[in-house]
């Protein structure tokens, strides 16, 4: 079982930067890839960035390449989403995800653990 706990949203001007954490409990959590995605009102929950359990290799969203970073600390059980330039279109519910493979990492039912979200929001 892995337990995922977000923090680090709130609301930004447009051009800020904000920094999300993923604090995992279990002893696992090292071996599981770590995604996140954000759902804004009204639509559908997309994919943003994920990582896999060595941190080698990392994919994201066309819309956030550039601008936001994922990383991970497994020491500390913790993943990040560091988010530079941010537009009102990033405003969403943020979520992280553990997945046992860095396998089709766009596709949220490919992770089998979720947090409870973060919101951020970005004003104009």
């Known amino acids: 079982q892995v337990q995922l706990v977000e923090s680090g949203g709130g609301l930004v001007q447009a051009g800020g930067s904000l920094r999300l954490s993923c604090a995992a409990s279990?002893?696992?959590?090292?071996?599981?890839?770590m995604g996140w995605f954000r759902q804004a009102p009204g639509k559908e929950r997309e994919f943003v960035a994920a990582i896999s359990w060595s941190a080698y290799s990392t994919y994201y969203a066309d819309s956030v390449k550039g601008r936001f970073t994922i990383s991970r600390d497994n020491g500390k059980n913790t993943g990040y989403l560091q988010m530079n330039s941010l537009k009102p279109e990033d405003t969403a519910v943020y979520y992280c995800?553990?997945?046992?493979?860095?396998?089709?990492?766009?596709?949220?039912?490919?992770?089998?653990?979720w947090g409870q979200g973060t919101q951020v929001t970005v004003s104009s």
């Open positions: 995800a553990a997945a046992r493979t860095y396998n089709q990492v766009v596709v949220d039912l490919r992770y089998d653990y």
């Open positions: 279990g002893r696992t959590y090292s071996t599981y890839a």
